[in-house]
């Protein structure tokens, strides 16, 4: 498995390690309940570095990244970030991810689980002479602090105003003194920032976070609590909401596709399927008991089976079942009324509006 550069920080102080998309990964250090609710209430921090960075340069990159995602990268101005899908040919999701724009560079984020599928697609397509994309996953380290003191931990110890920073957003600049590419997207449903820095500054990075912020009862989170915010926050996650044989346009996330740019891959496609009215729609759940109906339980509507479950857990903010799933378009509206096959056991279910949590400010 491979290793995060603080990986050994991990596992000298509590972390539980599992593996995760390859990685050897905390999974939790304490209560995932507890480091979950240090989110939502004060200030968390996370190795998230078994995500995958991918840098584009040269003056033809706008147009090289823009040929493998659904976005139109050559809108996106410096600074910005903006979320985007990969796509087969025939419109099936290999990937989402994370396109940040700066002045003469650009970064692609994608998931650990298929940075080595990504690479190898962008190769299998031949470039321009006059753009390159290099991984640099192994050689760099990326966290993320989350949580609504987020900002006020950070700004003493970056080189600029964390404000000028809005949601989706990034800079170059330094963090306690160290080079860092500093973003604000998140990943949680909270306020907060990641920073990417270079392997050889990872640990110090992490432990100058945790010791600025005692004073906010800060805690390492691992890959548990993640996972529970990011299901309130109706955040979807690959392998649960959309793989390869799921379309933007079924999982909800058409907002990443800009079917009036210049030609992609998975254009055609795409530009079919958004002229259906009869796709699957990915739809909130809420659970009337406290079982947990897990990935791949069966939704129904009296006697038919009308979709599956994608992600479900017990909230801990709202303290109720909650699901994301995949159903007929016909019972996809909120009040929608279904119920859940949870190991032989039918459960009333309701389709509710996403996302279940939304921060307040």
Not at 13 to 30: D, S
Not at 221 to 245: I, K, N, Q, V
Not at 305 to 319: C, D, M, N, R, Y
Request: net charge negative.
């Amino acid at each position: 498995m491979l290793q995060t550069a603080l990986h050994d920080w991990h596992s000298s102080n509590g972390g539980r390690m599992v593996e995760f998309a390859g990685w050897h990964m905390p999974i939790q250090y304490g209560s995932i309940v507890e480091e979950h609710h240090a989110v939502r209430q004060r200030v968390g921090l996370f190795d998230i570095a078994h995500m995958g960075r991918l840098w584009f340069r040269g003056p033809d990159q706008i147009a090289f990244l823009d040929r493998f995602v659904t976005n139109n990268v050559v809108k996106i101005k410096p600074g910005q970030v903006r979320y985007s899908l990969v796509c087969r040919d025939d419109g099936g999701i290999l990937d989402d991810v994370l396109i940040y724009r700066f002045a003469d560079e650009c970064l692609l984020v994608v998931n650990g689980a298929n940075r080595e599928k990504i690479v190898e697609w962008i190769n299998s397509h031949p470039g321009s002479e006059n753009a390159t994309f290099v991984d640099r996953t192994l050689e760099t380290c990326m966290v993320a602090l989350q949580g609504p003191n987020a900002q006020t931990l950070l700004q003493p110890h970056v080189n600029f105003d964390l404000s000028e920073i809005k949601y989706y957003n990034a800079r170059q600049g330094t963090a306690f003194g160290m080079p860092a590419v500093i973003s604000r997207t998140g990943y949680t449903g909270e306020d907060g920032f990641e920073l990417i820095v270079e392997n050889a500054q990872a640990v110090s990075l992490w432990t100058k976070l945790l010791e600025a912020g005692q004073e906010f009862s800060i805690r390492p989170c691992g890959l548990g609590c993640r996972d529970t915010l990011r299901l309130e926050a109706a955040m979807p996650l690959y392998g649960h909401e959309m793989d390869e044989s799921v379309d933007p346009y079924t999982a909800n996330l058409s907002f990443g596709v800009k079917l009036d740019k210049a030609d992609f891959i998975g254009k055609e496609a795409l530009t079919r399927l958004s002229q259906r009215g009869d796709l699957p729609k990915r739809v909130g759940l809420q659970l009337d008991g406290k079982r947990i109906a897990r990935q791949g339980s069966e939704i129904y509507f009296e006697s038919q089976k009308v979709g599956i479950v994608t992600s479900g857990t017990f909230s801990p903010t709202l303290e109720r079942s909650l699901a994301m799933g995949s159903v007929n378009v016909e019972v996809s509206e909120p009040g929608s009324v279904l119920e859940i096959d949870i190991r032989g056991k039918r459960e009333p279910a309701r389709v509710v509006p996403l996302p279940f949590y939304k921060r307040s400010v």
